[in-house]
C-alpha cells in the first residue's frame, strides 16, 4: 500500500463527469471507475448508517407479530439465529469492500469474483428488494401514525412520509449523510432508553408498581402454538415466522457496501463501521426483544399489525400498559422518524444498486447520468416512483400491506446474504490463489471462511422455511406463498436467463481483478483528520459514547475518534 496521503488528495479524484449528454449519446460509453459518484459521506456518516441506519419499522413495529407469532422465547431465539447470519454477513462483505470500495458495492464485486450472470441476478435481487421496502416502510409509517389518528386517510400520511424520503435524496449524498446521522442518532438514543425504559418497568418501577417479571413467560408462555397446531410442530412454524420477520428487521446491514464508493477515507472508515455492527446486534435487536417478551404478553391483541383496529408498537403498548401518560406520543414520533429515516435509507440503497447495474451493463445506462453534485437523479427518481406501491394502504388495512412487503423484503434480502457469501468464498479464493495473504487487507476476521459458508447454509435454510406453513392441510394462502417465495424463485431464473444471454464463464481465481481502482483507493486513505471546531469536537466525542460507552461501560479512548 502507498504512503498516507492528504485529504486534500482526495479531490484529484472527484472527478466531474456528470454530464448526461456524455454517457446518453455514446452506448459504449463506460464512465471511470467510482468518478461519478463523489465522496461526501464522513466517518460519522458511516459509522451511524451501519449501526442505526436501517433501524426502522422491522424492530419497532414488526417485533409485534413476530411476538404473537412465537411467544417471547421464540421471538428472543428467533433474532438470535438471524443476528448471528447478518453478523456473518458483514465481516464477510466487510473484508471485500473496505479493499475494494467501488460504485455498486457487492453487485459489482460479484462481476469481478463470480461471473456477469451472478451480478445481474443478485443485481436485480437486491433492487427488487429495496425498491419494495420503501413502501413498506411508508405503509408502516401509516401504521404508527393510525394508533393517534384513526380517522385520517392513509394517503395523507403516506404523502408526508414519501416526501421527506425523495427531498432527501434528491439534496444529494451530502445531505443524506448528514440527516441520517442526525435520525439514526434518534433511532439510537430512542432504543437505548426504551430497553431502559422496559426494564425499569419490569422490575415494577412505573406508575402502576406492577413487578412484571418473567410472568408472560409463564402464562400465555414462552412460545405460541402457531394456528392452534399442537406440540413441536406448532411451536417450530411460530418460530419459523419470527424467524421470516427478523430477516425484515436486520435486511439493510449491507448498506454500507452501496454507500462505500461515496465513503471519505473508506480503507480507514468502513473496517470502523464494520467492527460496530456488534451493538446493533447484541444491544439494539437482542436486548429490544428480549424487552419486549417482558413486558408485553404475546396474546395482546394489538400485536396483530394485519387487524383493523389500532395497532402499535409494542414498547408503546407497554408504556400505555403501565399508565405513563404523556410518554406514548413522545416515542411514537421518534418511532416515525425511524420510518423517514428507514425510508431515505431504502431510497438511497434503491437507487445506488441501479446505478450499479447500469455501471455493469446490466441496466439501461441512461441510468448512469449525475448531477455535477454527483447524484444520479435519474436512479432517485425511477426508484421513488416504485413507492407508489405503498398507496396500496389506501384501500387495504395499511398494516396487511406491511406484513406483504416486509415478508417479500424479508426473502429477498436473505438471498443478497446467500449472494454476498457466495462472491466472498471466491474472492478469497482468488486472492490466496494470486499470491496475496488475508493480512494484505484493511479489515479481516477469523471467523472466515466458516462465517461466509455459515451465511450462505442458514440463509438457503431460513428461505426454504419462509412460509412453511402454507402447506399445511386447509392452510393454503396464495399472498403468503408469493410474497415469500417469489424472489427465492425470480433468482435462478435470472441467473440462467443471463448465463444464456451473456455466455461467459465463471472467472477463474488467477484471472481475477484486484487491481483496477486500487491506486485511486490508495491515494485517497489518509489519517483521521482531527476536529476543526468544538461542535465537531462535540460530535465525535458523543458518537463515541453512543457506540462505546453504553455498551462497554467504559469511556473510549481519546484516540478512537469518529
Not at 421471538?75 to 462483505?93: A, K
Not at 413498506?136 to 392513509?154: D, K, M, Q, R, Y
Not at 396483530?304 to 402499535?312: F, I, K, L
Amino acid at each position: 500500500m502507498s504512503s498516507l496521503s492528504s485529504p486534500d488528495k482526495e479531490k484529484a479524484f472527484e472527478v466531474d463527469i456528470g454530464s448526461a449528454d456524455h454517457a446518453s449519446s455514446n452506448d459504449n460509453y463506460t464512465p471511470p471507475p467510482d468518478l461519478r459518484l463523489h465522496r461526501e459521506l464522513k466517518n460519522r456518516h458511516v459509522a451511524m448508517i451501519s449501526i442505526g441506519g436501517v433501524i426502522g419499522t422491522g424492530l419497532f413495529l414488526g417485533t409485534g407479530s413476530a411476538l404473537m407469532n412465537g411467544g417471547p422465547l421464540g421471538l428472543l431465539l428467533g433474532y438470535i439465529f438471524i443476528g448471528s447470519i447478518c453478523y456473518c454477513v458483514m465481516i464477510t462483505i466487510g473484508e471485500m469492500i473496505s479493499y475494494l470500495p467501488v460504485a455498486g458495492g457487492h453487485i459489482k464485486l460479484a462481476e469481478r469474483f463470480v461471473d456477469p450472470a451472478f451480478s445481474f441476478a443478485l443485481g436485480w435481487n437486491l433492487w427488487y428488494n429495496w425498491t419494495v421496502t420503501l413502501p413498506a416502510e411508508l405503509s408502516a409509517a401509516a401504521t404508527i401514525i393510525n394508533f393517534w389518528h384513526p380517522g385520517v386517510n392513509n394517503a395523507v400520511w403516506i404523502t408526508m412520509c414519501l416526501v421527506v424520503a425523495i427531498g432527501i435524496n434528491m439534496s444529494g449524498v451530502g445531505m443524506y449523510g448528514e440527516t441520517e446521522f442526525i435520525f439514526a442518532s434518534i433511532k439510537v438514543v430512542t432504543i437505548v432508553g426504551l430497553i431502559i425504559l422496559g426494564i425499569v418497568l419490569d422490575l415494577g418501577g412505573g406508575p402502576n408498581h406492577d413487578r412484571i417479571g418473567f410472568r408472560y413467560w409463564r402464562d400465555p408462555g414462552p412460545f405460541v402454538q402457531f394456528y392452534g397446531i399442537s406440540g413441536t410442530t406448532g411451536r417450530f412454524l411460530g418460530w419459523s415466522r419470527v424467524v421470516t420477520q427478523a430477516a425484515f428487521a436486520y435486511a439493510g446491514s449491507e448498506v454500507v457496501a452501496m454507500a462505500a464508493a461515496e465513503a471519505k477515507n473508506p480503507r480507514r472508515n468502513l473496517p470502523k463501521a464494520i467492527r460496530r455492527v456488534y451493538i446493533r446486534l447484541l444491544l439494539f435487536y437482542i436486548g429490544g426483544v428480549f424487552v419486549i417478551g417482558l413486558l408485553v404478553p404475546s396474546n395482546n391483541p394489538l400485536l396483530n399489525v394485519n387487524s383493523d383496529n389500532a395497532s402499535a408498537s409494542p414498547f408503546v403498548i407497554a408504556i400505555n400498559q403501565a399508565g405513563i401518560k404523556g410518554l406514548p406520543a413522545v416515542i411514537n414520533a421518534a418511532l416515525l422518524t425511524s420510518a423517514w429515516s428507514a425510508a431515505s435509507s431504502d431510497l438511497y440503497i434503491a437507487s445506488r444498486g441501479l446505478y450499479g447495474l447500469a455501471a455493469s451493463g446490466n441496466a439501461p445506462k441512461v441510468f448512469l447520468r449525475t448531477s455535477r453534485s454527483g447524484l444520479p437523479y435519474i436512479a432517485v427518481a425511477t426508484c421513488a416512483s416504485f413507492s407508489l406501491l405503498a398507496y396500496m394502504a389506501v384501500s387495504t388495512s395499511s398494516g396487511m400491506v406491511f406484513t406483504w412487503f416486509s415478508s417479500m423484503c424479508a426473502t429477498a434480502g436473505l438471498t443478497t446474504w446467500f449472494g454476498i457469501g457466495v462472491i466472498y468464498l471466491r474472492f478469497r479464493k482468488g486472492f490466496l490463489a494470486q499470491g496475496h495473504k488475508i493480512i494484505e487487507l484493511p479489515y479481516s476476521s477469523r471467523l472466515q471462511p466458516f462465517a461466509a459458508w455459515w451465511a450462505i447454509g442458514a440463509s438457503l435454510v431460513t428461505l426454504f422455511f419462509s412460509a412453511w406453513e402454507v402447506f399445511l392441510r386447509d392452510n393454503w394462502s396464495t399472498a403468503t406463498f408469493m410474497t415469500n417465495y417469489l424472489p427465492v424463485m425470480l433468482f435462478p431464473v435470472l441467473y440462467t436467463i443471463a448465463k444464456i444471454w451473456k455466455r461467459v464463464p465463471l472467472v477463474k481465481p488467477n484471472e481475477m481483478d484486484f487491481h483496477s481502482g486500487i491506486a485511486e483507493i490508495e491515494a485517497m486513505t489518509h489519517a483521521d483528520v482531527r476536529p476543526r471546531n468544538i461542535v465537531e469536537a462535540f460530535w465525535m466525542w458523543l458518537v463515541s459514547f453512543l457506540l462505546v460507552v453504553v455498551v462497554t461501560g467504559r469511556f473510549a479512548h481519546p484516540s478512537d475518534k469518529m
